[in-house]
């Protein structure tokens, strides 16, 4: 009896190991994946020559007038919102065709430390067309003011953050330079699409 307790207990840091080598596995494939794939070729559509970041989203259940109060409501909020500057405002708001627009001009954060604040001005539309069960909106004319308490520089999305300026030329990486633009206004641009949606469920 105590030559198999004994022979048990040998056994049994043997099949812990393997199991602890097994629970790894799913984070090292996590790992090897490329983390801006997201970013790369395709990421930032061009349309005639624009950038133009669009999508459709359902709204079950809601007559057009209903999606555009929604709409409406938040486009408004997000001009106030504290990453805004004051130009930001309801340009168009047609209660007939409901039909919404509005420019905006916020910071966009790339890296803020204690001593470090890296940051742009992000300028931007947003379109939305609402219909009876769906939002219809878009995103462009988009442009950056950078360096603005120093070196103010001027940017558009067509020459600073599209697949042949945003990217290296084998398009597998962002470019050193303009790829944390590219990045960021996905973000924005991803957060913004998902917000909307959420309130049209």
Known sequence: MKKLLIAMMMCLPIGMTAQNNTWEM???????ANPDQKYLAGAVPEVDGK?????????????????????????????????????????????????????????????STALVLDRTRLMYNLIANCEDGKLDLTMTRIYYLYEEERDPQTYKAEDWITDKEGLNKKQTKLSRVSGKFRRKTIDRKDYLFNKFAELLR
């Open 26 to 32: 799913p984070e090292q494939g996590t790992n090897a």
């Open 51 to 111: 950038v133009l970041f669009h999508t459709v989203i359902n709204a079950p259940g809601k007559s057009a007038a209903q999606v555009a109060d929604i709409v409406r409501s938040y486009m408004t909020k997000m001009t106030t919102e504290p990453n805004q500057f004051e130009q930001s405002r309801i340009v168009v708001d047609d209660s007939v065709k409901h039909e919404i627009v509005g420019t905006y001009q916020e910071w966009l954060v790339f890296k």
